[in-house]
Structure formats: structure tokens, C-alpha cells
């Protein structure tokens, strides 16, 4: 502040708006603009020299000029105006300086200037920041349609004494397989929730969480673990809680009613189709009706959902006809961990989940593993030896009656070993049924289409859950999904699905193949990849009362599992839960309490190393912060160098650019989630120079768009749909777990601080989620791309490596190296 005020009768302008010292200049990317200075001598009683005019940091771009009468010694940069002489400002006189700024890219970029001045033979200083603010047509074009408004909603919370049911949606009777196997409400006990309100003490629950883990308890732990979880979740849900909204006809199927509920495209609230939510209507000075009135969701849109309602409330319904909406936690899914975990403990699931030393390996099916002469379909693993003997040893079940566990970092083959392995089983065991699990439907689907080139595509079955938006199964598995075009998801019979070998399916929806109670020994393997994603509870579904042991199956009984707890884990929303280990995978917990799954126990465990996805520059940083250095690059050359010569590069062979902008972070209408459109104009340029990049030949399928905020995927999206880039993949670093592409550019959107919290809260963005970064960043083959706002991300420990590393490499930051702090 000191070095901003005008002083000793000095007062220095523009025509510009001026807050703070900052000179706030508009520019059009690449024009010139010219920023006339006036600095005038107030001062009654003595004249002022003006020594020096300078920018106090190098910014490509900024110049300053227009010293009548000052010169620029021979060399000097423009960036810097010296008075060989001072000039004299008599008093009562004005002198004007010019700045010229051209932006070569959009965003803002800060310079400060001094003026170095003289009073009677002493120095003093003005200072004003230039502060250009860089913008173009698509800028604009993207900036938020409504202004945000955050919704004020006052909720009265008096209890209706009648409910009204709603309308269902099609198809969700006609589900043709029976559940045989009851799946109870598990509803929380009121000595449980009153103990929860006042907080976990010391008490019975305390202890039995404190206790080791065991079988004998194992049932009661992960219950009491579920509902402290949704304990949190109830009271979580009432914050979107709304009052005073109206509803719309929606036109595609005027039986049912629209409700905006902006944050639903980032799961705030999370809504799916088949949930369903209540809605009360109000009178005109707001009172509520006392009946309450059930709505299925039909349809989730953009920040909408379509709502099927009963008779009674579509009889009374008005356009502006205003309710209060109670939304509902889905508690499907803790219903089946909770089954699961009992189910566990009454079929016996004690070899998978407490191996020990003398069990692990007991039952093998075939000992010695060189008998099995297998071929593999994808020979490239035949030069990894631990790959291969993975393979191997799943194919010969070495660990049984214990689970086989794949370890490794990213790129490092987890997934093909184990697809590999699946193709294998099918073929040596003519009577083998597999369950192939993953936690989210994105690693599902990765599964399936791995699997599919070298199986009858009739014999696999990728099982969505009815909930699923059929527009989001990929067409290369629509064929061999429960999914009939134009009518969507639907579910066959126990009959139908006994004729699949392999059962692909997330591992909540395994829960309804444990509900259909198939005969035992039925699925004689279940695999599950990602498990470091699902907590113990989610993996256990997939395996209770689907996987019977060796003492009922002989030949049967193996699990297999492959992950990476370094990488996304499970969401969990109590911090109680997760202190007590709830976000705890079955791979890590395995790995943490038995021994013997380490490197030299090859007949049940494989560690993988070897990287053959990365270029050994992008997969340095994520090798030093996350694995001890221990990951060694052998991702083909061809492939991995193919754009080191790109000319988007800051240096040859070094392919990772830090694409620094200083853009802003919105939010439009009453959506929650941000935006950042300067950053979604650098995504669309980078992809253009791609595409365009002459002799590269990139193609769209090669590149992939992550970043973590909802509306930045879809303004990301819409410019992508326009200029017919569909073949573009862009999404949340949820959605590329197990993937890859060839070329990987992040948006990482935060431009300011106020909202590290928010992003805290919700389990959002970049910052203070190394995993998610981990996840992000290894995800590219050859070229990773990474824009954001440096001063930002440099709060975060793990991009500050990252800054400094691409910094000491490559002398990067695209534009923007000199904002950098
Ligand atoms: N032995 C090998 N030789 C050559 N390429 C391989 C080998 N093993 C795996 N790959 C390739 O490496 C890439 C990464 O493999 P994969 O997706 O299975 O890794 P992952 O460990 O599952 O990674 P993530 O942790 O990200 O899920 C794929 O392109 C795969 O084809
Ligand atoms: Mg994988």
C-alpha cells in the first residue's frame, strides 16, 4: 500500500478503472492496446523529477514508450524507460507515459510499474499494476448464461402425516430375475441414531470398533461402520433441501414434472434414475400441505430431473404452483454391504477375507505352473515374467483357497494380466463362470472391452444396473449389454444369465447375482480390478453368496484382485468411518495384514513395476511422489516419443507443457459446480493444434479431456460437440481410472482461494487430493498437457513438485512463467 498512494502532490491516472493500484486494462487476444499514464505534479510548491519508468516483472508483451523527452539507452529493453537526465515536472504540469500490452493468450496478466521519482533530491516511488485482462469471441461466448445466485432456501421441517405414492418408472417392474434372496431394510436402531447424535463415546460401539478385526465380528463391525457412514449422509442430504420451487410439464412425456435440482450433474445431491424424492405443496403464504407426495425419477437431464408422480398430485398440479422438496438418501447400496457382510460370515467367507500364512496356497489346482503350456492371446506379456506367471498362477489357482492379489502402479498392466488370465480360465476350465467386477461402471466397461476380442461375444453379458443412463454405454459394448436400443436397461432371468460365462458388472449391481441365489458353485472365479477404489464392504458384495469356497466347490472359489491404493479410494462422507478404517480397501487391508503377500510369494501375490503406458518424463514426478522411484518407464518408443518433436512444446523431447492461465472460476444460475472459461479456450486450442499438428496425424480417440468440476466438463463438451469433435473423450478423473489416452490435457479450473473449503467439503477438484492428481497425470501416453493458474495450484504440495519439475525441465509455463510466485 505504500508503494501504490499517490504522495508528496504526485497523483498518477489512467483511463482505466483503478482499484488498489491495479489498472484493470480489456484486450483483445493479440491486438495491441495502448494505456496512456498521467502523472501530475500537484504539488504548490516545488517541481518533481522523473528518473525511471520500469515494469518490475518481464512479461512477453508489455512495453512502455512515450518519454517525450526521455531516451532509452542503446540495448535497453523496452521494458525499462531511464532519463539519461532526469525531467523535470514544474509544478502544476502533467507528463504522459505510454504502456502498450498485447496478450498472446487469453486471461489476465499482471505487471506492476514503478515510477521512480524525486522531491528536492529524494527518492520516492508510485507504483500501479497493470492488469490486462485477455479475452476473445469464445470467452464470451462461454460466460455464464444467468448470473449465479446461490439458492436461499428456508426449510421448515414439520413431518407430513400422509404420503402419496408416485409413478415408477417403465421396465422398473419388469426386472426378470427374482430376488430369492431377501434384501432387509437394515434400518439404524434409535439406540444407535441417539448415540450417533450425541457423538460416538466411549461405549460397546467404540470398543468394537477399537477391537482387531475378525471373522466372529466382522458382520457387526462393518454394520455399525455403514450406519455411522449413512448417519452422516442423512444429515448431509438436508442441506439440499429446497422450499418454495416450482415444477414444469416436462415436454418430452407430459406424464411427468420437472424439477431443476442444480447440482445434480456433481452428484449435490446425487439423484439417479429409479431414486425417488418427495415434494409438498405450499399455500401462498407458504404453509405446507400435510400430505407429502412421492417422485420417481424417469430421467436425470443436464441439472434437472424428470419426476413421475401419482394420480392425485397431477390432478391439482399448477405451473406455478409452488413446493418444499425433501430429498432422500438411496440406501441401496449400504442394504446390500450390509447383506454382504452378513452373508459373509454365514457362507463362510473366511479363506478370502482372513487368510493366513497356512492357508493361503493349501488347494491348488494344478502345482506346477510350467505343466499349464499356455499361449497367451496377448504375447506381449510373455516377456514380462512376473506378468506371465501371474497369468500362470490365477490359471492354476496356486493361492487357493487364499485370494490372488495384482499390485502395481499405473500403466503397469494390471488390468491386461488380469484379462488375460479371465481369457485363459475360459479356455482351460470348459465349466468355469466368472464374475468380472470393477466399483464404477467406467472400469466395468474398460473390462468388457477388453475382453471381447478374444471371446464369444455371446457368452459375456455386461450387467448394468437399472439406474444406469443408457447413453452412457459405450457402443463398442452395446452389444453384449442389457440394453435393448430405444428401450434401455433391462434385466434377464437367473435362466438367461446361467448361459453367460462371464458376468461383467459393477460391484453393488454383483449384489442383485447374490439376491438371485444361483446354484452352488455356479461362478467358480470372481476377479474385481480398481478394488483399491471400493471400500472392504462394496468388494465383499461382489463375492457373498456368489463365490462358494473349495470345501463346496472343488474346482472353484478363486478371487482375484488387482488395484492400487495409491491411487482414487472409496468417498466416504463420515470422518468417524473413515478413522475406523471404512475407506479401507479389501486389497489394502489384505496387504497390510498378511505377510505373505509380498514380491516373493509369486504363487499368490504379483507386484508390477514395469510402466508401458508413460513417457519417462511424465511418469517421473508420480514415480518419485507416489512410489518411492520405483517405476520403470518401458512404454514402447515409438509410441511414447511420437510427439516429443510437437511444436507446442516449451522444449524437444520433454512432453509435458504447464499451460499457465490466470482465468476465473464461475458459477452460473444456481449451479454450485465452476467453471473456468479462459481455460476451456486454451483445452479447445491445444486440441486444434493437435489435430492440426502437420505430420503427427493426431486423431480424436487419442486425446482425452479430465477435469474435475462438472460444469467445466460440459462447457468443455458443448464447444466439442460444435465443432464436431465427438470422438474426443472428456470427463472427471473418476471416469479415467483404468484408462488411457495418448495425448492427456487437464483443466484444473480453481483461479482463486475462497473455494478450497467448498472443494474440501464435497471431495472436489484438484487441491489437497493427491490421488486424484496421481490419477490425472498418469493417465497420458505421450504427451500431457496441464493448464491452470499456477499461483493456485502451487499451494498444494504435489503440484508445486509438479510446477517446480516441469519448470527445472523444460522452462515452461506457456506464456505465464513470469506470474508464477
Ligand atoms: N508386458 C507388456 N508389454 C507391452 N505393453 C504392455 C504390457 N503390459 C501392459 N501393457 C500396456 O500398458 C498399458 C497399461 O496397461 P493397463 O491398463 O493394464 O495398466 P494398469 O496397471 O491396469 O493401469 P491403471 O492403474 O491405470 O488401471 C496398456 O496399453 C497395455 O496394453
Ligand atoms: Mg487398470
Excluded at 516545488?46 to 517525450?68: E, H, N, P, Q, S
Excluded at 425417488?276 to 404453509?287: K, R, S
Excluded at 413446493?323 to 459373509?344: C, D, E, G, S, T
Aim: contains cysteine; glycine residues 6%.
Amino acid at each position: 500500500s505504500e508503494f501504490i498512494c499517490d504522495k508528496n502532490g504526485v497523483v498518477v491516472s489512467s483511463e482505466f478503472d483503478t482499484v488498489d493500484g491495479c489498472v484493470r486494462i480489456p484486450v483483445e487476444k493479440k491486438v495491441e492496446k495502448e494505456i496512456v499514464i498521467t502523472i501530475k505534479n500537484e504539488n504548490i510548491k516545488a517541481d518533481v523529477d522523473i528518473l525511471m519508468c520500469r515494469y518490475l516483472r518481464k512479461m512477453r508483451g508489455f512495453k512502455v514508450d512515450g518519454f517525450a523527452r526521455l531516451h532509452l539507452p542503446p540495448g535497453k529493453s523496452a521494458c525499462v524507460c531511464i532519463a539519461a537526465n532526469s525531467l523535470c515536472l514544474p509544478t502544476g504540469d502533467s507528463h504522459r507515459i505510454r504502456a502498450r500490452v498485447t496478450c498472446h493468450g487469453v486471461g489476465t496478466f499482471i505487471v506492476p510499474l514503478c515510477l521512480h521519482l524525486q522531491l528536492q533530491g529524494k527518492d520516492f516511488h508510485i507504483v500501479r499494476s497493470l492488469k490486462a485482462v485477455c479475452s476473445n469471441a469464445l470467452v464470451r461466448d462461454l460466460l455464464p448464461t444467468i448470473p449465479y445466485e446461490k439458492p436461499a432456501y428456508k426449510v421448515n421441517t414439520i413431518p407430513s402425516t400422509s404420503i402419496e405414492d408416485g409413478l415408477l418408472p417403465p421396465r422398473s417392474g419388469s426386472s426378470k430375475l427374482q430376488p430369492e434372496v431377501p434384501l432387509p431394510q437394515f434400518p439404524m436402531t434409535n439406540d444407535l441414531q441417539h448415540l450417533l447424535n450425541s457423538g460416538l463415546k466411549q461405549t460397546k460401539a467404540i470398543s468394537l470398533l477399537e477391537a482387531p478385526m475378525s471373522m466372529k465380528q466382522y458382520a457387526k463391525r462393518f454394520s455399525l461402520l455403514l450406519h455411522i457412514e449413512e448417519h452422516q449422509m442423512q444429515l448431509d442430504i438436508r442441506r439440499y433441501d429446497m422450499e418454495g420451487v416450482t415444477m414444469q410439464v416436462f415436454k418430452e412425456d407430459k406424464k411427468l414434472l420437472c424439477l431443476d435440482v442444480p447440482g445434480v450433474a456433481e452428484k449435490r445431491p446425487s439423484v439417479l434414475p429409479h431414486d425417488h424424492l418427495f415434494v409438498c405443496p405450499l399455500t401462498q403464504n407458504g404453509v405446507r400441505d400435510r400430505t407429502e407426495y412421492k417422485g420417481y425419477v424417469h430421467r436425470v437431464l443436464n441439472e434437472r430431473v424428470a419426476l413421475g408422480f401419482g394420480k392425485k398430485l397431477m390432478a391439482i398440479f399448477l405451473p406455478n404452483m409452488k413446493f418444499a422438496v425433501r430429498f432422500v438418501v438411496n440406501r441401496y447400496p449400504l442394504r446390500m454391504q450390509h447383506r454382504a457382510v452378513q452373508l459373509a460370515v454365514e457362507h463362510n467367507c473366511m479363506p478370502w477375507l482372513f487368510p493366513t500364512p497356512g492357508s493361503i496356497g493349501m488347494h491348488p489346482l494344478v502345482s506346477d505352473i510350467s505343466s499349464l503350456k499356455l499361449k497367451l492371446y496377448d504375447r506381449k506379456l510373455e516377456a514380462n515374467k512376473q506378468q506371465f506367471q501371474a497369468v500362470q498362477h490365477i490359471v492354476a489357482g496356486t493361492a487357493r483357497p487364499g485370494p490372488y492379489l495384482v499390485f502395481g502402479p499405473p500403466g503397469t498392466g494390471k488390468s491386461v494380466t488380469l484379462v488375460e488370465a479371465m481369457k485363459q480360465v475360459l479356455g482351460v476350465y470348459r465349466d468355469a463362470h466368472l464374475l468380472v467386477c470393477a466399483p464404477s461402471n467406467s472400469a466395468a466397461d474398460l473390462l468388457a472391452e477388453r475382453l471381447l476380442p478374444h471371446v464369444d461375444k455371446r457368452s459375456i453379458l455386461r450387467l448394468n444396473a437399472p439406474s444406469r443412463i443408457a447413453m452412457s454405454i459405450p457402443e463398442t459394448i452395446k452389444d453384449c449389454s442389457n440394453y435393448i436400443h430405444g428401450e434401455g436397461v433391462y434385466f434377464p432371468s437367473k435362466e438367461d444369465l446361467l448361459d453367460y460365462r462371464v458376468i461383467v458388472s459393477t460391484l453393488i449391481t454383483a449384489g442383485r447375482i447374490a439376491s438371485a441365489n444361483f446354484p452352488s458353485g455356479h461362478f467358480t472365479h470372481v476377479f474385481i480390478d480398481e478394488c483399491g477404489q471400493a471400500q472392504e464392504t462394496e468388494g465383499v458384495v461382489a463375492l457373498a453368496g456368489i463365490l462358494d469356497n473349495h470345501l463346496v466347490n472343488p474346482s472353484g472359489g478363486h478371487l482375484i484382485l488387482a488395484g492400487d491404493p495409491r491411487q482414487l479410494g472409496p468417498v466416504l462422507r463420515s470422518p468417524a468411518a473413515k478413522d475406523y478404517g471404512l475407506d479401507n480397501s479389501l486389497l489394502e487391508r489384505l496387504m497390510d495384514d498378511t505377510e505373505v503377500y509380498s514380491p516373493e510369494n509369486a504363487h499368490c501375490f504379483t507386484k508390477l513395476l514395469k510402466n508401458y503406458r508413460s513417457h519417462p518424463a511424465i511418469l517421473k514426478l508420480p514415480s518419485q511422489l507416489f512410489y518411492n522411484d520405483e517405476l520403470e518407464p518401458c512404454a514402447d518408443l515409438v509410441l511414447r516419443n511420437s510427439l516429443c518433436n510437437w511444436e507446442g512444446l516449451p522444449k524437444k523431447n520433454f512432453p509435458i507443457v504447464f499451460h499457465g492461465v490466470i482465468g476465473e472460476d464461475m458459477r452460473e444460475d444456481r449451479s454450485p459446480s465452476f467453471f473456468n472459461p479462459q481455460e476451456v479456450v486454451v483445452v479447445v486450442e491445444s486440441v486444434d493444434n493437435l489435430l492440426n499438428a502437420k505430420g503427427f496425424r493426431v486423431k480424436q480417440k487419442d486425446i482425452g479431456v479430465i477435469s474435475p468440476y462438472r460444469k467445466q466438463v460440459m462447457k468443455i463438451r458443448s464447444v466439442f460437440k460444435k465443432k464436431k469433435w465427438d470422438d474426443i473423450k472428456v470427463g472427471s478423473t473418476e471416469e479415467f481410472q483404468g484408462q488411457e489416452r495418448l495425448v492427456i490435457i487437464i483443466s484444473t479450473v480453481r483461479s482463486c482461494t475462497d473455494f478450497l473449503n467448498v472443494d474440501f467439503t464435497f471431495s472436489l477438484g484438484f487441491l489437497s487430493h493427491p490421488k486424484r492428481f496421481n490419477v490425472a497425470v498418469t493417465r497420458a501416453k505421450a504427451l500431457l498437457i496441464m493448464i491452470g493458474n499456477p499461483n493456485i495450484l502451487s499451494q498444494d504440495i504435489h503440484w508445486r513438485r509438479c510446477n517446480k519439475y516441469s519448470y527445472f525441465c523444460c522452462f515452461f509455463f506457456k506464456n505465464l512463467f513470469e506470474n508464477f510466485n
